[in-house]
Every structure is written in C-alpha cells, then in structure tokens.
C-alpha cells in the first residue's frame, strides 16, 4: 500500500530503484576478478546502496520491497569477501525487479515502462534492461533555456524584417535586413539543435551491467569460467541507438559464451587458460561509433558453415562473406536447441537490430584462436548531413557518411560484363546501380548524368542519377508500416520547400545486384 501524497512518486522511486539494483549488481559481478581487499570495499557499497533501497521503499509504504531489500542486505552481508558466492543474491535482486514491476503495472496496467521490460520465463536474465530516460542537469536546461531565448529575439526579428521589407522602396536593403535576421536564427537553432543532441547521448558503460549478467548466468548454465573485460564505456552513444545497440550486444555476448568459448577441460587441452575471455572494445570516430566484440574462444570454420549451409539448402554468393551465413535466419551450427540459444534466430535478430540504424556487422574469425565482431553505428539517427540527388524528375536523400565522391558519367566510361553495368574507377570497376530501374521509374541505363561512389557493409557501388541538387541537413523519418520494407529505402524526410523525399538505404543498394542491361 503506497502511502497517502506519495502516488505521483512512484515512477521516481522504481527508476532509481533499478538504477541502483544494477550498480549493485555490477558490484557483484565483478567480485570474482576482483582482489580480497577490493571485494570487501564492493561488498560495503553494495549494502549501503540496498539500505538507502530498503529506507526508501519503507517511506513509500511499499512493504513487500521494503522486506524484499532487508532480505538482500542481510544476504550479501554474509558473502565471504575470501570466495565470495553471489548467485542467491543475484537471484533477489531478480525478485526485487519483479516485484517492482507489478507495482507499476498494477498503477498503470496498459503503459509498463521501457525500463522495466518483462524478463523471461526461465531465471537467466536474457534481456538487458534498457532505460527509458535519461538525466539531465539543471546547467544544460538552463543553457537551453538561454538559446531559447535568443530564437526568440531572433525570430521576432526576422518577422520585423520582413514586415518592414514590404513597405520599402529599396528592395536589396530590405533582403540585406531579412538574410541577416535569418543568419543569426540559423545559428541559434545551430546552437540549440547541438545541445539537443548533446542531451541524447549517453555513456556506453550503461549497457555494461547487462552484458556482464548475461556473461556470468551463461557461464553458470554452461559451466565455463568466462572473463568479461569492457574499454571505453566513456564513449557517448545516442540513447535511442544505444537501445538498438543494447539489442543487438546482447545476442553476440551470449552466442560467445555459448558458440565461442570452449569448456575448462577442451582450452586446458588446447594449451589455454582454462578461463576465456570476452573483450568489449568502444571507440568514437567522426561520424560512427565502432565497437568490437572479441573473444579468445574456438573460432568459427569456415568448413562448419559452408557443410551446414549444405544440408539447410542455403546459397551463398562466392564473392560474399562466407561469415554472412551466421545471420542467416534459422542458420545455426547447434542441430539441438537449449534454453538460450541453438534456432539460429540471435545472430539474425541482432543483424536486423543494426540494419535498422544504417549500421553493419563484419566478422572475422581464426578458428582455434578467436572470433572478432565490430559493429558500425551511426552518432545519431535523428538528424544527419545528406546529398540530394534527382532521377526522372524525383528528388532523393542519399545519407553523406556513405558517399566517397562523384563524378560526370558518360557512356564511354562505362562497360557491360556478364551484361551488368560496370564503371570504370581509379584502379577497378565497380558494378552500376541505375536508381531510376531500382525504383521503376525508367528503363535501361541512363546515359548521362552523375555517378556517386558509395560503400556500404564493406561494398562499393556506383549509383547512377539524373542531377546532384546539393547537400542538406535532414531530419529522418520512418516510414509508415503499411509500406513495409521497400529495398533500397531507409526512411522519408521533408526539405525546406514542404515536399516529402524518400531517404536511399546505402546497404540495401549495395545488396542489390546490378542493373542488367544488353547495350547503353
């Protein structure tokens, strides 16, 4: 029973709840790297933060979580800093969430919080908890707040001008005052829109606590000793691609554990530490955040993949990745399924998860030795730099951070093989994409126009169009489900002018093959 004037709080109180039930988890899980000494300082944190949990559930009147925490404290005060056996707390700490989360559901039934996702049947946390929001400091509202204020001033400005422009006879002096009202509102909303997007982002750590339960409950289930080791969680990630991301993380941490890390007694035979490690690598570029999943385990053989790809009846181009079978939905070298993995559906999942923001996967292996996943993903998905491009009378958003250059196109510089269209480029070819055949627009192969380099998933393809109209900065959309997922496409924008643009999807167009013709 909630006490009396403390109804609107309750939100409040299961969000930090849950923040604090994972920095007592992490602590947890990281006691058996940790030395003796270490070990007894976590374990003192742990309590203190399930006491500071236990006073506020009490001031809430939520009793059942109030015993629930006094039952947790007094579980891990008895944890042997020496060996310490963590498991049945872990295991109360599941039941807290639980318990929590029928209190949310029981005040909104119909609207559960995206923090708060439901766990699976089985005891194994298979999920990562996402956060549904973040914190922001009372600085950065204020900061935005100012900028706000100045848009304002700037916007009533730009009216004046423009007002006082039409009763004036000197026509240039008028648009001189409205392009310079217009240039100190652009920098502004410039200023706003980089705060904005500042607020978004958050550290990549958040996601760690989750991997490193899902390490330790698979290790458990599997019986194998797995180290987790994790750099760069200072790296920043926008919070709705780190969800994504958390997706997708989760499927390839588990597969390790379970496909990639051999038994105690197999690495002890291979002349390994009979502890496998798994390292989680974050690294920020200019415009995409890497990050590289790598385990010191079996490997993957490239053998394996081509003979189960056989018997499923699978094709696959000799010219791709043999390592693309692996999201194949359905792929799987398990022929059994267990309770975590083994339909070949978590690598596919994962695949899609990263499709979705324009991002990819690349694997590389060393069978015996290692396997390496890195994942590519954008800063941002709301908003980004595009070129736009016009073919048979249609403007189109093609995202910039796939674009390498473009160039005059003109039928000599091109070549029919195996009656594809190829480009002749620098040192090679690269096969043609005719985006007016893609979309149905036109037939055969324009002869005139632009061709624009693009690379996508470690391909390159040049994408022939009618015009270049310039570059712009989009906000993207997705497009409504009653369309589906055309190829090719990757969401809608609206330009400055109010008319509706599709936005092409690099890696769908890369995936095409190329447009066959018989002659220019």
Known sequence: MIQPGFEELVDQFILEAHERLDHVESLLLMMHEAPPPDIQEKLV????????????????????????????????????????????????IDEFRRLSECIFNEKAPKAP????????KNTNVNIIRGQGSVRISFMALDELMDLLAEMVIFRNRLTDS?????HMEDSIRAWDEVEKAQESLIKTLAFIQNQVMNLRMVPLSSLFG?????????????????????????????????????EALGHIVRNAVIHGIESPLQRRRSGKSETGTILLRATALSNEVIIEIRDDGAGIDPQVLVHRATEMNLTLNNQENIFKLLFQPGFSTQTIADISAGRGLGLSVAAEAIQRLSGRIEVTSEPGRE????????????????LIVQVDGEDYALPLSSVIEHLHFSPEKGNIVNH????????????????????????????????????????????LVDELVG????????????????????????????????????????????????EY
């Not at 203190?48 to 939520?62: P, V």
């Not at 059942?64 to 006094?70: K, N, R």
């Not at 396997?371 to 595009?386: G, R």
């Open 45 to 92: 944190e742990a309590q203190r933060e399930i006491h500071t949990l236990k006073g506020n559930a009490g001031m809430m009147g939520l009793k059942d979580l109030q015993v629930c925490a006094h039952s947790i404290e007094d579980e891990i005060a008895q944890i042997d800093h020496t060996s310490p056996m963590i498991e049945k707390s872990l295991t109360m």
């Open 471 to 518: 570059i712009q900065e989009i906000v993207v959309k997705g497009l409504d489900s009653m369309f589906g997922n055309p190829s090719g496409i990757g969401g809608s924008t609206i330009l400055g002018d109010g008319r509706v643009v599709l936005i092409l999807d690099p890696s769908g167009l890369c995936s095409l093959k190329p447009f066959i013709s018989t």
């Open 162 to 166: 423009i007002c006082r422009g039409r």
């Open 113 to 120: 919080p995206s923090s708060l996702k439901r766990a699976p």
């Open 420 to 463: 594809a269209g190829v480009f002749k480029w620098r040192s090679g070819v690269i096969p043609l994409i005719d985006v007016g055949s893609v979309f149905e627009t036109s037939t055969g192969l324009r002869h005139t126009g632009y061709v624009i380099i693009i690379e996508a998933d470690g391909r390159r393809r040049g994408l």
């Open 371 to 386: 396997t390496c996943f890195l994942l590519h993903l954008p800063l941002s998905v709301s908003i980004t730099k595009a």
């Open 210 to 246: 989750g991997l490193r339960r899902i390490v330790h409950d698979e290790s458990v289930r599997c019986r194998k000793e797995v180290s987790f080791v994790v750099t760069g969680g200072d790296t920043p990630m926008d919070k709705a691609i780190l969800e994504v991301a958390n």
